[in-house]
């Protein structure tokens, strides 16, 4: 389960959005945003503008795809599973000497239950109120993952935008979890107090070569020949290399006799 962790979030630091928008992350994780004043000094009307800065949705979608492991008790690297695995490797009096494990549950479950008050707004129409959790996840289950209709009436008044809006803040604080658990797990691994497979810190969890040029085996054979059972050493009767098998073509194309040239129509 830890080491199944590890990977994961190496997988989701890795993300193009962690890696280089992290000021963006950054200001969506706290919620930040501008709001303009304007003032006419001669009437004294006011208006007012909010901006706010969003990633691409797409990009969204695919850290979102990232972190949802983390997110579903189903899964079993389910945030819950990996903490209560530490508890049982480390030991409950060791792991508490380190961190406050109660603390590190709270701080999971501030930003994953959708049934808390809000984390930063509400959101309210002619049908009532809703939050930005809720939202969060009706665009994650609803619009992402599987094209579910809300149920509640007051989303369904509202717009993909809006909830994309409320989704993009959430993700970007459990990524702060995602982050901040891995670096308490790497210092329990420095200390002595954990141990891993050393592969998880380093083996690739990111694709990175989209061009594959390298060398290779090449054989053809008649349709509906068997496999060969020896594939390093296939039988050359049956299996030949496509330079072999275009010699042959053009040899039997040498050898073939001569057409003879069809009678003229009268």
Same mark, same amino acid.
């Given at each position: 389960?830890?080491?199944?962790?590890?990977?994961?979030?190496?997988?989701?630091?890795?993300?193009?959005?962690?890696?280089?928008?992290?000021?963006?992350?950054?200001?969506?994780?706290?919620?930040?945003?501008?709001?303009?004043?304007?003032?006419?000094?001669?009437?004294?009307?006011?208006?007012?503008?909010?901006?706010?800065?969003?990633?691409?949705?797409?990009?969204?979608?695919?850290?979102?795809?990232?972190?949802?492991? @983390? &997110?579903?008790?189903?899964?079993?690297?389910?945030?819950?599973? #990996? $903490?209560?695995?530490?508890?049982? %490797?480390?030991? +409950?009096?060791?792991?508490?000497?380190?961190?406050?494990?109660?603390?590190?549950?709270?701080?999971?479950?501030?930003?994953?239950?959708?049934?808390?008050?809000?984390?930063?707004?509400?959101?309210?129409?002619?049908?009532?109120?809703?939050?930005?959790?809720?939202?969060?996840?009706?665009?994650?289950?609803?619009?992402?993952?599987?094209?579910?209709?809300?149920?509640?009436?007051?989303?369904?008044?509202?717009?993909?935008?809006?909830?994309?809006?409320?989704?993009?803040?959430?993700?970007?604080?459990?990524?702060?979890?995602?982050?901040?658990?891995?670096?308490?797990?790497?210092? @329990? &691994?420095?200390?002595?107090?954990?141990?891993?497979?050393?592969? #998880? $810190?380093?083996?690739?969890?990111? %694709?990175?070569? +989209?061009?594959?040029?390298?060398?290779?085996?090449?054989?053809?054979?008649?349709?509906?020949?068997?496999?060969?059972?020896?594939?390093?050493?296939?039988?050359?009767?049956?299996?030949?290399?496509?330079?072999?098998?275009?010699?042959?073509?053009?040899?039997?194309?040498?050898?073939?006799?001569?057409?003879?040239?069809?009678?003229?129509?009268?």
């Amino acid at each position: 389960v830890i080491e199944g962790f590890l990977l994961r979030s190496r997988r989701v630091l890795s993300h193009s959005l962690i890696r280089e928008q992290a000021e963006l992350m950054s200001k969506l994780h706290t919620g930040q945003f501008t709001i303009t004043v304007t003032v006419n000094t001669k009437t004294g009307e006011e208006s007012y503008r909010r901006k706010c800065e969003y990633p691409d949705e797409e990009a969204l979608e695919s850290l979102a795809g990232r972190v949802r492991p @983390l &997110i579903l008790n189903s899964e079993p690297i389910y945030y819950r599973k #990996v $903490l209560d695995a530490l508890e049982a %490797v480390v030991g +409950t009096e060791k792991l508490n000497e380190e961190i406050d494990l109660a603390w590190w549950h709270d701080y999971w479950h501030k930003v994953v239950d959708a049934n808390l008050d809000a984390q930063a707004y509400w959101v309210a129409t002619p049908n009532g109120k809703t939050t930005d959790r809720k939202l969060m996840y009706a665009w994650l289950y609803g619009d992402v993952i599987h094209a579910k209709s809300p149920k509640s009436p007051v989303i369904r008044d509202l717009d993909i935008d809006q909830r994309y809006y409320a989704a993009a803040p959430g993700i970007a604080r459990i990524c702060d979890r995602v982050i901040y658990t891995q670096l308490m797990i790497s210092a @329990l &691994i420095e200390k002595g107090l954990l141990t891993v497979d050393p592969n #998880v $810190l380093t083996e690739a969890v990111v %694709v990175t070569t +989209t061009v594959v040029d390298e060398p290779v085996n090449a054989y053809t054979a008649p349709v509906g020949a068997p496999l060969p059972a020896d594939l390093t050493n296939p039988d050359p009767e049956v299996w030949k290399t496509p330079h072999q098998d275009l010699a042959e073509l053009l040899d039997d194309a040498d050898n073939a006799p001569p057409r003879l040239p069809s009678p003229a129509n009268e």
